[in-house]
């Protein structure tokens, strides 16, 4: 979350698109942003229900393989929500604010769902490679 946070932080404080008629960004962004936070909503509810907790510094002891609700569709619903929400606020700002919202994705990509995909390949080990076989890490074609 904090990463999301400084990521829209910095949006904010790259130049933005010169002002205009901005119907067509609030098309995109709108249920992009809508989306995307029914996606935070959907899946911080399925780690609440299984009493696991959604810290992403406390990544080595996992409780729980959370695989229904939003799970079924992406291994890392926060973080597509996340990145959600940072590309409908570039989608506003302009070109710039895409920089922030890259390095998000970037940097969990390689850095943190790298770490937390261990700890579950440990603790779950036949669970969790059936589990990342069928459902990709991000969305789709969007696979590690």
């Not at 067509?24 to 995307?36: C, E, H, N, V, Y």
């Amino acid at each position: 979350m904090f990463l999301m946070v400084f990521g829209l932080a910095a949006q904010a404080f790259l130049p933005a698109a010169p002002p205009g008629p901005r119907w067509w960004q609030w098309t995109l962004a709108l249920p992009l942003a809508l989306a995307s936070l029914a996606f935070l909503f959907g899946s911080s509810m399925r780690f609440y229900r299984a009493g696991v907790s959604a810290d992403p510094v406390d990544v080595d002891r996992p409780r729980a393989l959370v695989r229904d609700g939003v799970y079924r569709v992406t291994r890392n619903p926060m973080y597509v929500a996340m990145a959600g929400i940072l590309a409908a606020h570039a989608v506003l700002r302009g070109p710039w604010a895409w920089l922030p919202a890259a390095c998000f994705a970037l940097l969990i990509d390689r850095l943190q769902i790298p770490a937390e995909e261990e700890a579950l390949r440990r603790t779950f080990p036949e669970e969790y490679a059936e589990y990342s076989s069928k459902v990709p890490r991000w969305l789709g074609w969007l696979r590690a």
